[in-house]
């Protein structure tokens, strides 16, 4: 059964890969509403999700769905200054990172950085749409599970140093932290390319690479669950609703493995994609919530990302953790 449901997608791919430029690319006819070779809604093309546009809605702007344009343009200059990781002091600490007499080290500078500049047109104050007020519901109250094993902050801490298998699914290179699904925009290559072809969308992010091939239609599910969970789409008019359960745990926008997807996209104009997606998970949240953001079309490329080739940062993590315990600190107790 598996090796059948890797061929199965490994075809795809080389389908794919050697479908004419009117399957995979956008339409050469971008009068609207723009069709697809085989009669379908075009929501092909290469786009970018980066924002400006806060996930949750600021407690500045509480109550407040949309700015003027006068305030759009203060909050955007505001942003850029507060983000710019060039002003950071070293020394001091800043952007939740700890003085250099703490240990604490910045990352990248403002050069390696592809975040948002500006909001979304509409100058909305948050992405999330739903609830009203742009803040994600409350979370569900839960009991400790006595079965689990409890871990003060500091074994917590120390236990991610004892193994590879103990890191992020990021540091392991395995999933982009903004390409979810759901994406979302971060600090950095917030691009993804859309192919269509006859029976299947595949949505191609740029962080870590991450394809997800999903079948239109009525396609038999996966048996087993996946990193980016088991999608399955259909069309509502204009619009491809893409269904998505069976996580495994390692999905950047996961609330849990129980959580379930929706994610809507609808070509609004030759340059834009309505991007919308709903989470619901009652182990995690009281209700649903509902995000909606803009893919703007952008000339790419989409550039590889190398994340496995060379990743000294993982080496460096476990190395220097292991010179510290070297050193006489006694980080796995």
Request: a negative charge; one cysteine or more; charged letters at 25%.
């Amino acid at each position: 059964m598996l090796k059948k449901c890797f061929a199965a997608l490994f075809i795809v791919t080389i389908a794919l890969t050697l479908a004419p430029p009117s399957v995979v690319a956008q339409s050469a006819d971008r009068t609207m509403p723009m069709r697809t070779s085989d009669g379908q809604p075009d929501i092909s093309g290469i786009f970018t999700f980066r924002t400006l546009t806060p996930f949750q809605r600021p407690s500045q702007f509480a109550g407040q769905e949309n700015l003027s344009a006068e305030e759009a343009a203060a909050f955007e200059a505001s942003e850029r200054t507060r983000q710019n990781r060039d002003l950071f002091d070293p020394e001091k600490g800043s952007g939740g990172y700890a003085p250099r007499a703490e240990g604490g080290v910045l990352s990248y500078n403002e050069f390696w950085y592809e975040r948002g500049v500006e909001l979304t047109s509409d100058k909305r104050t948050a992405l999330i749409v739903d609830p009203p007020d742009g803040r994600l519901p409350p979370r569900v109250r839960r009991e400790p599970d006595p079965n689990r094993e409890q871990l003060s902050r500091e074994e917590a801490i120390a236990r991610r140093y004892e193994s590879y298998e103990n890191r992020s699914s990021g540091d392991r290179c395995l999933m982009g932290f903004n390409a979810g699904p759901p994406m979302r925009s971060s600090a950095y290559n917030n691009n993804v390319m859309i192919f269509q072809s006859p029976g299947y969308v595949t949505i191609l992010n740029e962080m870590v690479h991450n394809a997800r091939i999903i079948p239109i239609g009525d396609a038999a599910g996966l048996p087993f669950p996946q990193h980016s969970g088991v999608s399955r789409g259909h069309w509502e008019g204009e619009t491809l609703v893409i269904e998505t359960s069976q996580f495994d745990g390692w999905s950047s926008g996961l609330t849990s493995p129980n959580m379930h997807l929706v994610e809507r996209l609808t070509r609004l104009d030759p340059d834009t994609v309505a991007y919308e997606y709903t989470v619901t998970d009652p182990t995690v949240y009281t209700e649903p919530y509902t995000v909606m953001m803009p893919l703007r079309r952008t000339d790419g490329p989409l550039f590889e990302y190398a994340c496995h080739e060379g990743n000294i940062g993982l080496y460096g993590i476990l190395a220097g953790a292991r010179n510290l315990e070297l050193l006489g600190r006694e980080l796995r107790p």
